[in-house]
């Protein structure tokens, strides 16, 4: 799975997303995408997220640790 097929229907954005973008970046990643992207992880992985790792999850970078750390090989953005 790709960064980009995480995310993208999610946070509702037809761009691709790059390795630098965040909540700042990215104006439809609130607090409700927040919440779906942590069900996803949940979802893929099979295993609760702790409540540092939600809160964390702040951008694309950190969604790719967060998912790593959990087993799931998230592809990153091409650049």
């Known amino acids: 799975m ?3 097929e995480l995310l993208r229907p999610i946070l509702n954005t037809k761009s691709p997303l ?3 973008d ?3 970046t ?3 990643w609130d ?3 927040q919440m779906n992207i942590v069900a996803s992880i949940e979802d893929i992985s099979g ?3 702790s409540t540092i790792e939600v809160v964390s999850l702040t ?3 950190k969604v790719l640790e ?3 750390a959990h087993g799931v090989e998230i592809v990153p953005p091409a650049s």
Do not use: F, G, P, W
């Open 18 to 20: 790059l390795l630098a």
């Open 26 to 28: 990215i104006k439809t």
């Open 2 to 4: 790709t960064i980009d």
């Open 59 to 61: 951008s694309v970078i």
């Open 22 to 24: 965040n909540k700042q």
């Open 66 to 68: 967060v998912c790593r």
């Open 47 to 49: 295993e609760e997220l």
């Open 31 to 33: 607090s409700l995408a």
